[in-house]
């Protein structure tokens, strides 16, 4: 009976990994060789032509815009989220319920609703055609979601703790920087993979937000990497792969503490 579990999961990872491998593949193929060789086995005559006229025409400035947005926005998003998820956490009042309500309700509102809205907003503040453009609603978007899971966690941190630390005269920034932020590592590697994952993958936002090629991020890039090589599946393939290799990095890595962090307050 344990041999079917194995021989499902080996079936899963082959159907969840040949894309990501005919991806590789097809991007070290040249255009002839694409539509020559058998799709199903490696290139005859790899070549990195592909990668090397990606990177040329445009690819590290949009591979350093995404980077930028990603990193500011995260660090945003936990910035607000971690003392917001303590707060409401050990702080219980109705003033913390309410905040933490408001922010339920904003997992409700669907990101096309608000589109035009936040557009408004942006061309008021002036910062229409930045980066900053993105940053701000990436961070307005990703912190409920990341108050929820935050707050779901630290309610297991046991109250003990919190007592001990609080008899010995800490205040709650201290208990939260030597106490909370310690144990809460699971659940921080989880937002900020998910959070990651959400910035780096938006494309909505570019799209309306932003309009000069010096501030194109990597999403809608692939988009115009797609109208410039229309008839150049492999080229396409070599720009998609690129794309990839970030997050794909930061889930292997973080592939542990993601999975404590999502059982967090499930286990109980």
């Known amino acids: 009976m344990e041999l ?9 990872f082959v159907v969840a990994f040949y894309p990501l491998l005919y991806m590789f593949m097809s991007s070290l193929r040249s255009q002839a060789g694409f539509y020559l060789d058998n799709p ?42 971690v003392p917001a998820a303590y707060a409401i956490a050990r702080m219980r009042s109705r003033l913390t319920r309410t905040i933490f309500n408001l922010f339920l309700l904003g997992l409700a509102i669907p990101l096309q609703a608000v589109i035009i809205p936040i557009y408004a907003i942006i061309s008021s503040m002036h ?8 940053i701000l609603p990436y961070v307005a978007f990703g912190v409920p979601l990341s108050v929820l899971v935050l707050v779901t966690f630290i309610r297991d941190i046991p109250a003990e703790l919190h007592e001990a630390m609080r008899l010995d005269g ?14 809460s590592r699971p659940a921080l590697i989880t937002v900020t993979i998910y959070e990651s994952i959400q910035v780096w993958n938006g494309f909505l936002f570019p799209l309306v937000l932003t309009q ?3 501030v194109r991020v990597l999403p809608l ?15 396409i393939m070599a720009a998609v792969f690129l794309s990839a290799v970030p997050m794909l990095l930061l889930y292997i890595f973080g592939r542990r503490q993601l999975l404590t962090g999502l059982l967090a307050g499930f286990s109980r």
């Open 170 to 183: 800490a205040s709650h920034l201290q208990i939260l920087w030597r106490l909370v932020i310690p144990l």
């Open 4 to 12: 079917i579990p194995a021989c499902c999961g080996l079936l899963w």
């Open 40 to 81: 199903w086995l490696p290139p005859s005559q790899p070549t990195l032509e592909n990668y090397i006229s990606v990177w040329e025409n445009g690819f590290s400035l949009y591979l350093l815009n995404s980077l930028f947005v990603l990193v500011i926005s995260v660090a945003l998003i936990l910035l607000i989220s």
């Open 212 to 214: 000069s090629p010096e």
């Open 127 to 134: 910062i229409y055609d930045t980066l900053f453009a993105l």
């Open 221 to 235: 890039a692939l988009w115009s990497f797609q109208g410039q090589y229309a008839a150049d599946v492999p080229a």
